[in-house]
């Protein structure tokens, strides 16, 4: 428990008014719904809702007091802010006991990659010696012990407590990826990241950003004197490269086409893996065999190195580490399904990411590459055509279906996916139903065929009608398998 005056410390420019100020705060909450006895409840001004007009049922719920951004016609505390996002990420640290404080942070942004550069940085700090949290898409993870999260970048009141229980439980540092709407959110003030990474920038999120111009404006947030003391880019993608030109920070380049003061040479990609020579600022050169493929995971390697190689790590422990890692989940993941042909699982969701993962596949299979891919419901609309166009100009076949199709019908989605590939002329069938289009890849693919299941990745359902239901790609391909094999 905390007083609300102690809370109301930590928002400069904020104003507390009512009576019983003393009060003391027992939980911090969004949703009406979710108050109990003791709550402060704050009233977000939502894309849809107002959190104003649900104060009343907050406050019959139990909350004890009110963080609103107009004063209300309510009989309890409440404190006035600018932002009430704002005042929930510092209002949240400060319940928590300020984790981060006690915690070196990491931060990875970018369109792709970030996953990948996030598990390769843990290992290293491993490898170093240290104790490491991990907060991102698949989950949260000390050491091995997992936590289960449900965003990228989880909300304050969830993050602040994440980061309390890892700096309760000894962790030295935490590697997270950061999200560009956690930061176009504002859910990470007051934060302030040792290290911070920005490794690329392409299409996605455009339903949220409206375009790319702003979609970059909300990663460059992460990159203020306030909120980061030094910079990681990849100076090949000329995107970042740009708007990193002006950095007020301390900052340095990682590349392979473009001069880097960090870059990768002799670089051989394989079937299960790819081996290089990483060159630290002339100070120091490693060799790397990395288990992961293609050469999107060099420059993830690098951007891991590298940031690592800010924070002091020795070039043994960069070795030992990038070394080290054997897979990602649901990250270009080959399942063990003992056929004559490979199926891998990937999290490829955007225009880049497919090309990128289609691109490593073409270059060592032996012999067809079969894409199955869907898009999601409720998201950015011209993707689809382009994702449709890229598959159908680099599979031999593609097999459309559902992703998580939400509220939209599925067959529209499909629809506008078809408009991309049509204009290849590239053989392709149309399944609407996801655990039909796998078996129909299983059941149509030839030895040296490698199968591209991408879109899910480590996710383990598909949300249909505002529904979730179970769907595992790895357990739905050893089902089908094992009905295939009767």
């Known amino acids: 428990m905390t007083k609300l005056t102690a809370l109301v410390r930590a928002v400069p420019e904020s104003k507390l008014s009512g009576e019983n100020v003393q009060v003391e705060i027992t939980s911090l909450c969004t949703d009406s719904r979710a108050a109990s006895p003791g709550a402060l409840f704050f009233c977000i001004s939502g894309f849809q809702k107002d959190g104003h007009e649900y104060a009343p049922q907050a406050v019959a719920g139990g909350a004890v007091a009110l963080v609103v951004e107009r004063e209300l016609p309510i009989d309890c505390p409440q404190v006035l802010v600018s932002d009430t996002r704002v005042a929930l990420s510092l209002m949240a640290a400060e319940f928590f006991g300020n984790p981060a404080k006690q915690l070196k942070l990491v931060g990875i942004t970018g369109t792709k990659g970030k996953t990948t550069t996030s598990f390769l940085m843990k290992s290293i700090l491993e490898a170093a010696g240290h104790t490491v949290g991990l907060i991102g898409t698949v989950g949260s993870m000390i050491g091995e012990k997992e936590i ?68 970059c404006e909300a990663k460059m947030r992460m990159f203020t004197p306030e909120r980061c003391a030094k910079a990681i880019y990849n100076a090949d993608d000329e995107t ?29 990609i394989g079937e299960r893996g790819c081996s290089f020579s990483l060159t630290f600022n002339k100070r120091f050169r490693i060799p790397v065999q990395l288990k992961l493929a293609g050469v999107f995971n060099v420059y993830n390697a690098m ?12 070039p043994e422990a960069l070795q030992a ?52 891919f869907g898009c999601g419901g409720g998201r950015d609309h011209e993707k689809r055509p382009e994702m449709g166009e890229i598959s159908g100009r680099l599979a031999d076949f593609t097999i459309l279906t559902s992703d998580n199709p939400r509220n939209e019908e599925p067959g529209d989605i499909l629809g506008e996916i078809e408009e991309g590939i049509r204009k290849t002329d590239a053989e392709y069938i149309v399944i609407e139903n996801r655990r039909q289009a796998i078996l129909h890849a299983l059941s149509h693919a030839e030895p040296g065929d490698v199968i591209v299941l991408a879109g899910k990745g480590h996710e383990t359902y598909q949300e249909i009608k505002g529904v979730k239901h179970p769907f595992d790609e790895k357990i739905v391909v050893a089902e089908l398998l094992k009905e295939l094999a009767r």
């Open 148 to 215: 289960p999260t449900t965003l990228t970048t989880p909300d304050p009141v969830d993050f602040q407590r994440l980061l309390r229980t890892m700096a309760d439980e000894g962790a030295e540092y935490v590697v997270m990826e950061v999200s560009a709407h956690a930061l176009a959110l504002r859910k990470l003030e007051g934060i302030r990241f040792e290290a911070a990474g920005f490794s690329n920038l392409s299409h996605d999120h455009l339903d949220f950003f409206g375009d790319m111009g702003t979609y």
């Open 240 to 268: 970042v490269a740009h708007a990193m030109r002006d950095l007020q920070i301390p900052h340095t380049a990682i590349g392979i086409r473009v001069k880097a003061e960090i870059y990768a040479t002799e670089i051989e």
């Open 303 to 314: 951007m891991a190195a590298a940031l690592c190689d800010s924070l002091g790590v020795s």
């Open 321 to 372: 580490g990038l070394e080290a890692v054997g897979n990602v989940p649901g990250r270009i993941e080959l399942l063990d399904t003992s056929t004559p042909y490979r199926v891998i699982l990937d999290y490829a969701h955007s225009p880049d990411s497919l090309e990128n993962i289609l691109k490593a596949i073409r270059q060592t299979a032996k012999a067809r590459v079969i894409s199955l």
